[in-house]
């Protein structure tokens, strides 16, 4: 089945800083690629989203880039403010499956 | 419109007890997924419905099971409770599954198991 490794676990940024976050996925037939922010005690809530068949998408301050031959997926939020700490998750879906598979998450923190 | 809701929000349980949780999806959506949420395992898979039917399954045992009610509200059952059932059950609608339709998620029920 679909694996996603996500990198890295942990990561402090200084406010007004850009923030990366890299997940790879196993399955080529995969072709849906959310991201969702999770803060403390709430729910995960979608911030983007790519499909297979686009290589990035922007947002205001958050984009994803998607590299499908090397099968990664990347998320970067510029000019990082307080209110971006959260814990990050990647996710990876097949064609007509409604099975997320998820990355293991990246606790953000945005120093003042 | 309203988002997805769970029931009840917090739940105790001892070992070997069963448990039923609750999701009402969005208004208008079809599919429910359901998620277990653990510090160790991160976000893992349960099942998901559609139109009253199971179409996908994760790797959790016969003691996970759902249902899905005709008007699109969906419950998780876990029978014979053990310790690492302890978690966060989210779930998810989405409008049609299998679409790249966008799956929100409910506030989750809280379960520990004593």
């Known amino acids: 089945g679909e694996n996603v490794e996500q990198h890295p676990s942990t990561l402090s940024v200084q406010e007004g800083d850009s923030a990366v976050i890299k997940c790879t996925y196993s399955d080529s037939a995969s072709n849906y690629f959310p991201w969702y922010k999770q803060e403390l005690g709430k729910r995960p809530q979608l911030i983007i989203d790519i499909r297979s068949n686009v290589g990035e998408k922007k947002d205001q301050r958050i984009a994803v880039t998607l590299n499908k031959t090397a099968k990664h997926f990347s998320l970067h939020i510029t000019e990082t403010q307080p209110e971006d700490s959260a814990v990050y998750f990647c996710?990876?879906?097949?064609?007509?499956?409604?099975?997320?598979?998820f990355g293991t998450g990246t606790r953000l923190t945005i120093i003042p | 419109k309203a988002g997805v809701t769970q029931t009840p929000r917090y739940l105790i349980k001892t070992r070997g007890q069963q448990v039923t949780l609750s999701c009402s999806p969005i208004s208008g959506h079809r599919s429910v997924s359901w998620y277990q949420q653990t510090p160790g395992q991160g976000l893992q898979f349960l099942f998901e419905?559609?139109?009253?039917?199971?179409?996908n399954k994760g790797n959790f045992p016969g003691r996970f099971s759902g249902r899905q009610f005709s008007n699109s509200r969906s419950e998780m059952n876990v029978s014979t409770l053990e310790l690492g059932d302890s978690a966060l059950y989210l779930c998810?609608?989405?409008?049609?599954?299998?679409?790249?339709?966008?799956?929100?998620f409910g506030p989750g029920t809280r379960l520990t198991v004593l």
């Open positions: 998810a609608s989405s409008l049609r599954g299998g679409h790249s339709d966008t799956q929100y």
């Open positions: 996710a990876a879906r097949l064609a007509s499956v409604e099975k997320l598979t």
């Open positions: 419905y559609f139109s009253e039917t199971q179409r």
